[in-house]
């Protein structure tokens, strides 16, 4: 059983300069630290990746050292220096990087570094667009891409007054194996980088999800604050096993792991989805490689909600969990009910909070024998950098999170004295001192199950600018897997109004992003007059009392239990014919039978999209499993 002692699982950037453990300060940058732990640590397991095989046979593992890491970054560097060197003058321009979450990855980011360039992640989600208005910010005019974003990479390089080179990873042209580069027995010692960063340069860069504008926003991290502010504690004998991808919080991950000196287990999503049944294979490798390679046991697992959601109804996967010393959720709320089920099984979970602009801010991490309380965050009453801000008497005891000048990383601020406010609010325990419970954003943000993020403001406003038969919109969406609509409509004779404003729904969910369109047969619609969303006294939507109000309508929604006349009862021979239709709706092409889902872009929202809708045409009587798309890998299946 855990208890509440400092583990680097848990251990917040505000605890680890408090207790004075973070790493040395020798090591400036993240080559510097990669270059230390080879000497001092060479043969300790940093990384450990699974490695799926065809027909359903056990799964073997790669297990890269610290020196693995520090050599074979210089080897890849030495690769794609040609495409870095030419016509640079001192201190080169950002790289932009599209890849799945992969050995690839991995490599191509440290040898970047390594070069002594700075390197945009680019989330594969994101849109042409997106992509392209990212590399202008970063002034990021290469973009390296794995074979699996081609076509999303030469989109944005084709875009017009776009100066934008899209260039596959050079072994992928030979089609050659970026582990064999890594581990070719030759020296590096004359690599010489093009230029050597100090702490504060950039190092990498994450991106905002675009909620408010759909453009994604840039956020920076220096060399500091990937490494240098992180807890030091010793962690070699308890690995972690996530599932985040490396572009997102997977980078964070690592390194939480390496400047403990602690081995990571990441999920192979560079050809499987994250389902129960991979993630259950890829901890069978994990623990094989514990007896045949001496690694240490995977102690500490981490997920989003939804990832989380779906092994918990696995009963291996149960089991799996239970058997942690700690379950991490994070990236969104994870319902209560199922934190609550988690926790009375057993599981140890514990919730961890933070952001790309300050880092790992707080964690609900405690005496687990005696506190079941996993959804409140613990203020240390020491940490006077993090303060809960009043916000107002008619939010009564919420307060908003805001990080103080004086925190060991912030890579933004937005208030003159040097501060952040997070735009995250909170609510106090009943009786447990600085204990606090996530609660929504300030700004209306949504938040899905999946961990993917949205505004729904310029979407409602769009909507109801577009035709005078709608008052009101109200989407929603909340800890769910997929987003709906309260759509309340003008009483109006004549016409269809429904499939009129469906048509003016239709249209503008063309042009946001594909996680955040709203289906048919999840919209309520609202025609009596007496039924209004609720209001404050300027006018605006009160997010919260409106989905309180109408909380039956969006449970009903959520049942499949849906009125709408796409609902009927479909024949045995129709059923290949309507699941193919269903698929082409969502995912925007058609695929052959036997083409599988998760190659051809088939994410997590379009996989939740596409069950819901088979729930809901097919009229099954029974619940889909939540992966059953997935599982089944094709429409033919």
């Known amino acids: 059983m855990a208890d509440s002692s400092l583990t680097y ?21 993240i080559n510097d630290f990669l270059e230390s732990h080879a000497q001092l640590y060479p043969r300790l397991p940093a990384v450990g990746f699974p490695v799926p095989v ?43 990087l599209l890849c799945s979450s992969s050995i690839d990855l991995l490599f191509t980011w440290l040898a970047l570094m390594r070069i002594g360039t700075s390197v945009l992640l680019i989330a594969p989600q994101c849109q042409p667009a997106a992509i392209a208005s990212l590399c202008k910010s970063c002034d990021a005019s290469i973009l390296f891409h794995d074979p699996s974003h081609s076509d999303l990479a030469s989109s944005a390089a084709y875009l017009p007054n776009t100066n934008l080179i899209a260039q596959l990873l050079p072994w992928k042209r030979v089609e050659k194996d970026v582990i064999d580069i890594i581990r070719v ?55 972690t096993f996530t599932t985040t991808p490396l572009y997102h919080g997977g980078i964070a991950d690592c390194f939480r792991a390496w400047t403990s000196n602690a081995l990571i287990w990441l999920f192979p999503g560079e050809t499987l989805p994250i389902t129960p049944k991979n993630i259950i294979l890829s901890l069978s490798a994990a623990s094989r490689a514990e007896t045949e390679a001496s690694t240490p046991p995977v102690k500490y697992f981490s997920s989003v909600p939804y990832v989380l959601q779906t092994v918990a109804e696995e009963p291996v996967g149960m089991a799996l969990l239970q058997n942690m010393q700690l379950v991490g959720v994070g990236g969104a709320a994870l319902s209560p009910n199922v934190g609550d089920y988690l926790v009375s099984q057993g599981v140890n979970l514990v919730s961890r909070f933070g952001s790309a602009e300050c880092g790992f801010l707080l964690s609900s991490h405690r005496d687990y024998a005696v506190d079941a309380e996993w ?36 890579a933004k601020t937005n208030r003159p004295d040097g501060s952040y406010a997070t735009g995250d609010v909170f609510e106090p ?131 499949g239990k849906s009125q709408s006349p796409l609902a009927s009862n479909v024949i045995d021979s129709e059923v290949h014919s309507v699941t193919a239709s269903i698929v082409h709706e969502v995912i925007g092409f058609e695929l052959k039978d036997d083409e599988d889902f998760y190659q051809h872009g088939v994410d997590s929202t379009k996989a939740t999209q596409i069950r819901s809708k088979l729930q809901t045409k097919l009229s099954i009587g029974t619940a889909l499993p939540w992966n059953v798309v997935y599982d089944c890998g094709n429409i033919q299946e």
């Not at 050597?196 to 994604?216: K, L, Q, R, V």
Request: proline share 6%; charged share 25%.
């Open 54 to 96: 065809p027909n359903g046979g056990e799964w073997s593992s790669k297990v890269l050292s610290f020196e693995d890491l520090c050599k074979g970054s210089k080897a890849v560097a030495k690769e794609l220096y040609p495409y870095i060197n030419a016509g640079n003058i001192g201190k080169p321009s950002c790289v932009a």
């Open 429 to 559: 325990h009943s009786h447990i001192k600085n204990a606090w419970r996530y609660h929504n954003r300030s700004d209306s943000q949504i938040t899905l199950l999946t961990g993917k993020k949205f505004d729904p403001a310029p979407f409602e406003d769009a909507i109801c600018s577009s035709s005078n038969l709608i008052r009101d919109v109200v989407i929603f969406g909340n800890v769910r897997q997929y987003p709906g609509a309260l759509i309340f409509l003008c009483r109006l004779t004549g016409g269809n109004k429904e499939e009129e404003a469906w048509n003016v729904i239709s249209k503008h969910n063309n042009e946001v992003e594909i996680h955040s369109r709203i289906d048919r047969n999840m919209i309520a619609w609202i025609t009596a007059d007496e039924l209004k969303p609720e209001k404050s006294s300027k006018g605006t939507i009160l997010r919260g009392p409106t989905e309180e109000l109408f909380a039956a309508y969006i449970e009903e929604l959520y049942k």
């Open 185 to 239: 027995n030759e020296s590096n010692s004359d690599f010489v980088p093009l230029y050597e960063p100090s702490e504060n340069d950039t190092a990498y860069i994450h991106h905002s999800s675009g909620t408010s504008t759909g453009i994604p926003k840039p956020i920076p991290q220096s060399h500091r604050a990937a490494s240098g502010v992180l807890p030091c504690l010793d962690g070699q004998k308890s690995a």
């Open 9 to 29: 699982f848990t251990c917040t950037l505000g605890q680890a300069a408090a207790a004075k453990k973070v790493v040395s300060s020798n090591a400036k940058t």
């Open 375 to 410: 959804q409140f965050l613990r203020l240390p009453s020491e940490c006077k950098s993090l303060c809960f801000e009043k916000m107002g008497e008619e939010n009564g005891l919420l307060r908003e999170l805001v990080v103080r000048k004086g925190w060991p990383h912030m």
